[in-house]
């Protein structure tokens, strides 16, 4: 796995163990007061195991949505959907998925080192395992010594690190990341970044990851989702040419502005208005 | 259709079951009294005949549901509205010092909590007399307050829902007192920065949050308002009215006709909270609470 | 007309008969009244109610009354419609208590709320003791009926003869499956339903002239009462609003509470008045009332309205 | 420093005047001096001075002082007492109201130290015996219930409504047949309490069981959490402000309940006995010497429960505070 | 007002108003259960009338906790700090800040329409007034056509857009945004960040921004305020030398790249671990 011939390794992973998010014709509409609200229509998209995929697009164009059907939170309207060739709730049954909301939804009764046991301790982890993994998590985040803290005595980014680790501490084959650094200054950010592509080269999980950060975008993923909204829908899907082994510095290369470049554009068509 | 299936079979299940349950009690309590009447006569009977006897007696341990049922379309399908044996009459009687009793309490309760709310003075006096207050035994001072109203000229509904009130304001103070604490910081804050004022807090925060904490104390209220009302029934010489059946019935060992009044204060009570359940519905889906 | 609040001792029936008729039959309004009638009921204290002006006349039984005065609040004993005490022990024959030498062991049902104080007194006259005590009685708080009998958590009950009693002959039980003990005849009798008011309030002529008419009216009540007895017990079952009486046991009441009343003009006779007052000062280490009573009772009302 | 300092001054002043009013007064109406304009004069200002006193003291930072603020927390209520004592001991000799309507608190203290050991004995019987055993077996049948109604669609839509008419039955048509069913001594009166706290103690419980926030429910879904997990996890800690309304209620309800079903047939012993059967004998003191103890042993009681609750929800705004 | 000489505009703007917040020795100290987290230590700082202030720094550096502070949300424990020549509580009660805090904090029983007009119903303005600007803003933050739908049926950029738009309804003299467009996508940021511009120089309204956005906090800014952790001090403060008037394009300027370098230096050097 060097960084000289990166594509046919991770085509090779892609054809050996087939598609593990599958989704075909996939629609969502909400039913509110007011009329239906179309959420999602018409997405084909298929997830090899393995790959890293970004969504990008307009807030409100239905990216958190179709995190929410992969693990089995919303209900599609239409079209099929199969997770390790199962269907999402088998998967969510098999504890295949690692959840990093939005919003850091912390139990505001438990302190932050609870909080990330909390996953540890329903999956049966020994109490030892649960000690090490919170401290390792915590670490990662740059949250040690805040594990006797509540939610509320936390900054918000603080809070929201807590909930990415959370996500991280228990070994989930599929790790899904609603805008997990959004709340993150950039040097926090990078260290993150970094981190989560080392854990990623390490375990070979497939990880979906909403972003608004294009450079973040095209720096983390073998994939790159570009959606646009009302009603949601995938508008281009790029598959990134960067090698498996990327240093920060990648960012300033030619291919990379180029892929940024043609994120931008999609995402720019997608807004209604011209900028 | 369905709907309505959904909703009721459920409810006839559990009925059919408690009923099942209850045929089954009334038999194992009543049977001592047929065999002490058997053995008295000099006879011996057989379970055949011991468990029609269990079922037709006059002054049953327990009642067999069928007996209450008859006894209750008795005195409310066969007897005139305005007849002093018809249960709706009483049902009525009770039903007006509820509901005057439940309204004074649920405003009273709101006052206080609010009161508690705004005014440290009033938050740290008035709450543990408010405690205090409901540790009195209501049947011990029902007959002074009763005596009290009646020399200043008060008598007839304003006794009673004055007992009502006093029962039924406590679970609101509660709930309210609760629920006009629970926004959150963050929601607090904002009303902060606009340096609001407290009336417009109050309108615009904390009773909005405090809307589920109000209907439930409600629910609750209503109960004790309909226990209030019986109560003070009873000292107002036992006239009329539900508890007046009950007090009847107890005094002349008239156990079906208790259970009779009992059931209807029972299915008045259970209509108040489901009232009170569909207000509660409906402000909610007013206040954007997912179906 | 003059208006009299007369609270009774108990909810609406026919030991109340002769009031009832009173006001039926138009004898209040003959003698320019206008009575209203307040039933009574298990929390009811008619001498609270007395207190608290939410009455001017009440039924009492004499101990209570007697006892009541005692802790300040005085009463007068105005008129005696009832001559003879209607209050009796009842047990099971089954339960092998004969006489009142079985008591000792024994669970006794008891009325507390002031009615207690006639079983007091004939205990300690007996010599048994009631507080729990070795030797004693085990006594519980009789509730409104006569179920502790009926379903054997005691062995004896209180029970009125006009009243109770027959309530546990409708339950089945035959006469000859009791055994009764009445307190006339265990010579512990003491006077019950008289007719009381504040010692105060008799002091303005214009009331004492309104009782006189009251106590007459009522009366002749009662005498009208005991002759058409079934007829009284119409008119008190018409005058019951909870609907809850039946003819059956009013007319039965009615007949039994004309055999007490039927010895009384009305005027108490300070014989039974000393009898009762000997009773309760009898009462060993807890006399119910602790001496003679002074000016608990007045003949100037009988007195007037029966000439 | 200084508005502090003489804010403190006023409050003194507040409090001698306070009292000065209220030894005078009550100097005023010794039993034969007739009441005349000044008392009522007097009661009056000493309630309003009262008043002043404890609206002072409520307002003095305890931000930087916890132990201050405990103390206060103790104190006002006290000081509220005792002028709502002082007031009704002052109306009541005033107006001369007979005694066997209400008698005066001192008459009623007299009673408490003179028959401590009749009221303890009642209140072994009535609180100890039927209040907390009652309490404890209905607030658990309720809570499980909650439960099971919350485990089952199917009983949530039967059990509820049927739950709702059977805990609405009034105490007085339940007590006589409890005392039929369990006898006279206090496990009738337990049974009696049972019935009275099932109701609000199921109605908070149901209604806290559904107030987890979607999102951390979420989150228990993604993990595969168990029904138990996630009831255990989160379910039941964010339904703890609920339930602890509900425990608060029926703190009170449970003395309410053993009290009252006593009037319908006891042994002649416990604290509802006392109270039914004094009033008959006109002896008033006893009944409010034995409501004191009442009054005292379900405050006590609730100040139990508020204890335990601010121990278990102190992660709620309105015990965090914020929600002041 | 030309982009010829925005330095002397600015310049006496300051002068000639005086300072509109003024911190000095500035210090809070929270008590927590396991002793005492000093949130912010020794902070000097003097905004002027006008400015237009960017708050950056690592997660937890104190960046909210001095927002708050400045809106007498948080009282401080040390130090002195004035509002228009006042305490932030007069300040606060003569209604001079709106706020956008880090979370929505829409409440959940209003629809989006009723939220925004919310601080308008507090302040007393007409019903046709209140209309007319929920409108506006509303249309300012693209959420035109959401009026009538509850909070949770919003995504999460589209919640906090609603929360700008609440903020923008009414004419406070003093902004405070903290992290305003932390959840929006790259395009609706320029967008914003472009009427965000627009409305402060129409209104000189003095705006205080937390952003973890280098270029965002360039690009905005007359003064960059960078801070440093544990205790939260303020480590540099930063002059814009750039135009008011600023194109997009502004950010390819060396002026520009040449502050964002010093941004990040700063900020690189509150971190405590390196990158
Ligand atoms: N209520 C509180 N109680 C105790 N500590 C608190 C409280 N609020 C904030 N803190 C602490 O104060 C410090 C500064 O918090 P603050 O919210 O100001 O950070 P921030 O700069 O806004 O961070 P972020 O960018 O993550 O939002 C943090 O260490 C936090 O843990
Ligand atoms: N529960 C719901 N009911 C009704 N409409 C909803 C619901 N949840 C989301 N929507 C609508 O669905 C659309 C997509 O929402 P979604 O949360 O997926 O957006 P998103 O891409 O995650 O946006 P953002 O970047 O702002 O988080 C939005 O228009 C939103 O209003
Ligand atoms: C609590 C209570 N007290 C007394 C009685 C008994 N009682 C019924 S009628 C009657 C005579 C009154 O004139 C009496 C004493 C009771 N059943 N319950
Ligand atoms: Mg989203
Ligand atoms: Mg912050």
């Known amino acids: 796995m060097t960084a000289a011939a990166p594509k046919t390794d991770r085509d090779d992973l892609a054809r050996t163990s087939g598609p593990v998010i599958e989704a075909q014709g996939l629609g969502l509409t909400f039913q509110t007061a007011d009329g239906p609200v179309h959420a999602l229509t018409g997405v084909d998209l298929s997830i090899g195991k393995g790959d890293f995929v970004s969504f990008i697009g307009p807030s409100g164009c239905g990216k958190t949505t179709f995190l929410r059907v992969i693990a089995d939170l919303e209900q599609p309207t239409e079209g099929t959907i199969t997770v390790n060739g199962v269907s999402p709730r088998e998967a969510r049954l098999a504890r295949a998925y690692g959840y990093v909301f939005q919003a850091a939804g912390l139990y505001p009764w438990r302190t932050i080192g609870a909080n990330v046991r909390l996953p540890l301790e329903i999956m049966g982890y020994s109490k030892a395992e649960q000690a090490e993994r919170v401290a390792r998590v915590l670490g990662l985040v740059e949250l040690a010594g805040f594990e006797k803290k509540f939610p509320w005595q936390l900054s918000g980014g603080m809070q929201q690190r807590a909930s990415i680790a959370r996500a991280l501490a228990f070994d989930a084959d599929i790790l899904l990341m609603d805008e997990p650094f959004g709340a993150l200054d950039e040097i926090v950010r990078d260290h993150l970044n970094e981190e989560v592509l080392r854990l990623w080269a390490k375990t070979r999980k497939t990880i979906c990851f909403v972003t608004h950060s294009i450079p973040e975008a095209v720096y983390l993923s073998t994939k790159i989702v570009v959606m646009s909204p009302r009603p949601g829908r995938v508008t281009d899907v790029i598959e990134s040419p960067l090698p498996r082994e990327r240093p920060l510095e990648i960012r300033e290369t030619p291919e990379f502005l180029e892929i940024a470049h043609r994120v931008r554009e999609g995402l720019r068509a997608g807004h209604s208005y011209d900028v | 259709m369905t709907r309505i299936l959904h909703h009721i079979a459920p409810v006839l299940a559990v009925v059919a079951a408690i009923v099942v349950l209850w045929y089954f009690a009334a038999v194992i309590l009543n049977a001592p009294w047929v065999y002490d009447q058997a053995a008295r006569a000099g006879e011996t009977v057989g379970l055949a005949e011991l468990i029609p006897a269990t079922m037709a007696q006059e002054r049953p341990v327990l009642p067999a549901p069928h007996q209450v049922a008859a006894e209750l379309w008795d005195t409310t399908v066969e007897k005139k509205i305005t007849s002093k044996r018809s249960l709706i009459y009483h049902g009525w009687i009770t039903l007006s010092a509820t509901l005057l009793g439940f309204v004074m309490g649920t405003v009273l309760g709101m006052l206080l909590a609010i009161g508690i709310v705004h005014n440290r003075a009033m938050d740290m006096s008035v709450m543990p007399w408010v405690i205090a207050s409901q540790t009195i035994p209501i049947l011990a001072i029902a007959p002074m307050i009763i005596v009290v109203l009646n020399s200043v000229g008060l008598s007839g509904l304003i006794p009673k829902a004055t007992i009502s009130t006093y029962l039924s304001f406590f679970p609101v103070v509660v709930g309210m007192t609760k629920g006009l604490r629970s926004p959150d910081a963050l929601q607090l804050d904002l009303m902060t920065t606009y340096s609001a004022s407290r009336a417009q807090i109050f309108w615009k925060l904390r009773f909005p949050s405090a809307m589920p904490y109000l209907f439930t104390s409600m629910k609750v209220a209503v109960a004790a308002s309909l226990v209030g009302a019986i109560v003070g029934e009873l000292p107002t010489g036992a006239v009329a009215g539900l508890g007046a059946r009950l007090l009847a019935g107890s005094y002349y060992g008239q156990t079906i006709q208790i259970w009779s009044a009992l059931f209807a204060a029972a299915f008045l009570a259970a209509g108040l909270v489901a009232l009170i359940g569909l207000a509660s519905r409906m402000v909610n889906a007013r206040m954007g609470a997912r179906a | 007309a003059d208006k009299v609040t007369l609270q009774l001792k108990w909810v609406t029936q026919a030991q109340f008969a002769g009031y009832y008729v009173a006001k039926d039959k138009g004898f209040y309004e003959e003698e320019g009244l206008d009575v209203e009638i307040k039933p009574g009921g298990p929390d009811i204290a008619p001498a609270q109610v007395l207190a608290g002006g939410g009455a001017d006349v009440i039924l009492d039984w004499m101990p209570s009354a007697l006892a009541t005065r005692e802790k300040g609040l005085p009463l007068v004993n105005i008129a005696q419609p009832f001559k003879s005490s209607g209050m009796m022990l009842t047990c099971l024959k089954e339960s092998g208590v004969t006489g009142p030498e079985d008591f000792p062991g024994r669970t006794l049902g008891v009325w507390f709320f002031g009615n207690e104080y006639p079983f007091l007194s004939w205990m300690s006259k007996l010599g048994i003791p009631t507080d729990g005590s070795a030797g004693g009685v085990t006594v519980l708080k009789q509730g409104f009926n006569v179920d502790p009998l009926l379903q054997k958590q005691a062995d004896c009950i209180s029970t009125m003869t006009y009243n109770e009693y027959w309530q546990v002959i409708d339950a089945g039980i035959t006469p000859e499956e009791l055994v009764t003990f009445k307190y006339e005849d265990q010579g512990v009798a003491t006077l019950e339903d008289g007719i009381y008011v504040l010692e105060d309030a008799l002091k303005d002529e214009a009331f004492k002239d309104k009782m006189i008419r009251f106590v007459r009216a009522s009366m002749k009540g009662w005498k009208w009462a005991e002759e058409n007895p079934d007829d009284a017990a119409e008119i008190v079952l018409e005058n019951d609003a909870t609907g809850a009486q039946t003819e059956k046991h009013q007319k039965r009441m009615m007949g039994e509470v004309a055999k007490l009343t039927a010895g009384s003009d009305g005027s108490l006779d300070p014989a039974d008045y000393e009898r009762t007052v000997a009773t309760l000062l009898g009462g060993g280490s807890d006399p119910v009332i602790t001496k003679a009573p002074e000016g608990a009772w007045t003949h100037e009302i009988t007195d007037a309205a029966l000439k | 420093m200084k508005a502090r300092r003489s804010s403190t001054e006023v409050g003194w002043l507040i409090g001698v005047a306070a009292a000065v009013a209220a030894g005078t007064t009550l100097v005023r109406i010794e039993p034969d001096n007739p009441a005349g304009a000044t008392v009522w004069v007097g009661i009056v200002a000493t ?232 009033v008959g004998r006109m002896n008033i003191d006893m009944v409010w010497a034995t409501i004191t103890v009442a009054a005292l042993a379900g405050s006590a009681s609730y100040g139990a429960v508020v204890l335990i609750e601010r121990a278990v929800t102190f992660w709620h705004p309105s015990v965090r505070g914020s929600g002041r």
Chains 1, 5 share one sequence.
């Open chain 4, 47 to 278: 309630w309003a001075a009262c008043w002043a006193l404890v609206e002072w003291i409520s307002r003095l930072d305890t931000s930087t002082s916890p132990r201050l603020r405990s103390a206060l927390g103790i104190l006002v209520p006290v000081l509220f007492g005792a002028t709502v004592l002082f007031l009704w001991e002052g109306v009541v000799r005033a107006a001369k109201i007979s005694p066997v309507l209400l008698p005066p608190p001192s008459m009623i203290w007299d009673r408490l130290i003179t028959s401590t050991g009749i009221l303890w004995a009642d209140f072994v019987q009535t609180y100890l015996k039927g209040a907390v055993v009652g309490y404890v077996l209905g607030c658990g049948a309720a809570f499980l219930t909650a439960i099971a109604i919350d485990r089952s669609p199917f009983l949530q839509r039967g059990l509820l409504p049927v739950g709702n008419l059977v805990a609405a039955l009034p105490i007085i048509g339940i007590a006589p047949i409890m005392v039929m069913w369990f006898g006279f001594d206090w496990p009738s009166k337990a049974a009696v309490v049972v019935v009275m706290c099932f109701f609000p103690m199921l109605v908070n419980t149901v209604e806290g069981l559904k107030s987890a926030d979607r999102m951390q429910a979420d989150l228990m879904r993604t993990w595969a959490a168990s029904y138990w997990q996630t009831m255990f996890k989160l379910r039941l800690p964010a339904a703890a402000p609920f339930i602890f309304n509900g425990l608060k209620i029926c703190s009170t309800l449970a003395l309410i309940g053993a009290i009252v079903a006593e009037f319908f047939g006891t042994p002649i012993v416990g604290m509802g006995f006392r109270i039914s059967t004094e």
